[in-house]
């Protein structure tokens, strides 16, 4: 006999089920992508961050409403959590002091207003989720209107399915008619105008139930005393405007959702800092013209391809400003935003 032994008898001696497995010297559980269900979870509104931490409304307009703390899951710490938000939250929610919840995902949004740094700028800065109306704040003077802002902003609300409203401050320093005559191509744009001790309070209340409204506006023109006036007690800080540079002072520094009650209802007031520029590197060009419903009716006349640039061949809008059936200034703007996006183009 072979100093081996027999074969069989080596194959009844050894098979899989010997093979040795090394201890896990740390007696934990081993990795693994599965992530638990949180059946348990509980759906609140985001209402405000603040250095990691959020702010929630737990069973909102329900008999247990309240507010509570919470951080995100480890597992979201990719996931941009914003003011807006309706979240999935686990863990202690009672809203106690010193009691911290978790977030642990996020339904899924209706609507996401996003801006860039500036129109080359690929990185999107999320401003708020689920909102369904834009109120652009401009003051008809101190500081000075910018119409290009303005259209940025609708440009912006287009591409985000948003409603924009648009509410002139300071009527009584300057009549702001010559500034919303470059609007007069947006029949479904709704003006409110604003003076000093005669703010329409009830009539812009009344445009907010039922919906949740972010507030926009350069710094200066008035917004947050806007949203003190419309939510007694919202204590949003106001500034002024420096006389020398004709800028207003940023005083709103984080975004939050403030809860409107007026006599006709509910609805949600999003406060936002001020801005003095709001970037569109997010958005396609292609989707500007849409945010002039007056211009692309007649550009269904261009030709294929066509850039609607002051130096394109055939170009209806030239074509309809040459022979004064369009507002001229209406077409300068379009047409600012569609250089702007050229020159990203080439960048």
């Keep these: ?26 007696a934990n559980r081993p990795r693994t ?20 931490r959020y702010t929630l409304l737990i069973d909102e307009d329900g008999p247990d409403e309240h507010e509570a703390t919470a951080a995100r899951a480890r597992e979201l710490r990719r996931t941009p959590i914003v003011t807006g938000d309706r979240a999935r939250v686990v863990g202690d929610t009672s809203g106690r002091e010193g009691t911290l919840g978790r977030i642990v995902g996020i339904e899924e949004r209706t609507s996401l207003l996003r801006r860039s740094a500036d129109d080359t700028d690929q990185v999107e800065r999320v401003v ?68 000093r001790g005669e703010t329409p309070v009830a009539e812009i209340g009344a445009a907010l139930v039922g919906h949740s409204t972010v507030f926009v506006g350069h710094s200066g023109v008035g917004k947050s005393t806007l949203v003190n006036a419309l939510v007694p007690g919202a204590g949003r800080a106001t500034g002024h405007v420096n006389e020398v540079t004709g800028r207003g002072r940023h005083t709103s520094s984080s975004t939050v959702s403030l809860r409107y009650e ?17 970037g569109l590197g997010h958005v396609d060009p292609a989707n500007i013209l849409r945010a002039y419903p007056d211009l692309d009716a007649v550009a269904e006349e261009c030709p294929r391809g066509c850039t609607h640039l002051p130096d394109a061949p055939d170009c209806a809008l030239n074509e309809a400003v040459a022979e004064r059936r369009l507002p001229a200034p209406r077409l300068d703007s379009l047409q600012r935003l569609l250089e702007t996006f050229a020159a990203r183009a080439e960048y």
């Design 1 to 26: 006999m072979s100093w081996l032994g027999d074969s069989d008898d080596l194959d009844d001696e050894f098979d899989e089920s010997d093979v040795r497995v090394r201890p896990n010297p740390k």
């Design 33 to 52: 992508k599965r992530r638990p269900a949180h059946e348990d979870a509980r759906i609140a509104r985001v209402l405000g961050v603040d250095r990691g």
């Design 262 to 278: 007026g006599r006709r209802g509910k609805g949600w007031v999003i406060d936002t800092p001020g801005v003095r520029s709001f």
């Design 128 to 195: 708020v989720a689920n909102a369904d109306q834009m109120l652009v704040v401009v003051a008809a003077a101190d500081p000075e209107p910018r119409p290009r802002l303005v259209d940025r902003y609708l440009v912006a609300a287009l591409d985000a399915g948003i409603r924009p409203l648009l509410v002139v401050t300071k009527t009584d320093l300057a009549d702001p008619e010559g500034f919303l005559a470059h609007f007069e191509g947006l029949p479904d744009l709704r003006v409110f105008r604003s003076a």
